[in-house]
């Protein structure tokens, strides 16, 4: 079970990641609204689900972090 259990959580890692890339890249391609992108997903639910309160930090963990790679990049874009 416990290998199983590391298993499952690279997994997940590794497709939060993949995620990640994705939509940055399609954000910086000018094929998302961000700031549409985020409300959207931050309404995402799971009613009456026992995964709800861990589903809701991770979508906003991952949202998270997709804003602070914005600010990254647009600090790297501005002209010293």
Not at 29 to 44: K, M, S, V, W, Y
Request: glycine share 8%; hydrophobic share 40%; net charge negative.
């Amino acid at each position: 079970m416990d290998s199983e259990l590391r298993q499952l959580k690279a997994q997940v890692n590794a497709l939060s990641r993949a995620w990640l890339y994705l939509a940055a890249s399609v954000e910086m391609q000018g094929g998302l609204d961000p700031e549409a992108f985020a409300r959207d997903l931050g309404n995402t639910r799971w009613p009456g689900e026992a995964i709800e309160p861990e589903a809701r930090r991770t979508i906003d963990g991952l949202l998270g972090q997709l804003a602070e790679a914005r600010v990254a990049r647009q600090a790297q874009a501005q002209p010293n």
